[in-house]
């Protein structure tokens, strides 16, 4: 394996890693449409906190599929053939969500601006729990041929593994959201239904993270083969956790969303250390795609790395002065749709 396989392969945790954080927290703030907002002007504030950054979080997405596609394609190729209904149902979420922000501001009556609201908190539940679905059932193990072939049935995708990751990354994903709306939305009736959910769903999300590695242990090989790096993320993770609930209770809002964030993080770096030296799992370990055979070649990653190496400080610049641009706190008051 050389350097900049292994570069490759870290910068693919490091994108899907800033697509969780970043989306994290829309599609936590899109779930809150429904659970969280209780009227039209609720809403509005809710969508204008997120509504200058969701399409640009998303690009996270992109490129962490671009990347894979040109430096790791037998990874993807087996990947994007083997969760083909998975990811088409990913797709149809993030299309219906996206066009669901558009078609409400548009809709002239209630009715159709509550259906789409509607439409948007449960596309914001669906495409982080099958997230979290598929990254599962990539660390558990499919089964797979010798070239990359899946041919799996529905309890092969559907497991108790998988659920349980699906809802520890829409949770978290959700509380991410909540977090964010306390730092975005200025003190009203909203703060206040959030500070209450807050505080049944952190222990919830612990009693997760329980069960998530319990299921990690039976399902998969990490306890077996990297003991030591796979149980210190474990403690990181319900550690940040802890904090999180702790600086979420004493209304400290930056670092609460901060933490949430990093949890999210840390589950994506334990499941890439897990996975790796692989990129897909199979049931029987000598059908396992490994790194060192699954990229491209060394001329097309030198090239892709000085690309990158460019283009990533100016998407990082401009990510970031989005987010100074648009940092005031929004009253929900002052809030209509445009």
Known sequence: MTNLQLLWFILEAVLFSGFFFLEGFDFGVGMAFRTVAKNDQEVDALYHAIGPHWDGNEVWLLTAGGAMFAAIPFWYASLFSGFYLILFFILLGLIYRGVSFEFREHMLTSKFRNLWTTIT??????????????????????????????????????????????????????????????????????????????????????????????????????????????????????????????????????????????????????????????????NDPANSILLKNATSTQYTLTWMTWISLTMVPIVLAYQGWSFWVFKKRIKVEDATAE
């Open 121 to 282: 908190a449960i596309s914001s539940l669906v495409v982080p729990f099958l997230f979290g679905l598929l990254f599962t059932d990539v660390v558990k193990g499919m089964p797979m041929d010798h070239l990359g072939n899946i041919s799996a049935g529905f309890f092969d995708y559907v497991n108790p593994f998988s659920i349980v990751g699906g809802v520890a990354v829409a949770l978290l994903s959700y509380l991410h959201g909540l977090n964010y709306i306390q730092l975005k939305i200025h003190p009203s009736a909203m703060n206040k239904v959030v500070q209450q959910q807050v505080k049944v769903l952190y222990p919830v999300l612990l009693l997760g993270e329980v069960a998530f590695a319990v299921t990690l242990f039976i399902y998969t090989d990490f306890f077996q083969t990297k003991l030591v790096a796979t149980l210190a993320m474990l403690v990181v993770i319900v550690l940040v956790s802890v904090l999180a609930w702790v600086t979420a209770l004493t209304r400290k809002q930056g670092f609460a969303f901060i933490l949430t964030g990093l949890a999210i993080i840390a589950v994506v770096v334990l499941l890439f250390i897990g996975l790796f030296p692989r990129v897909m799992v199979a």
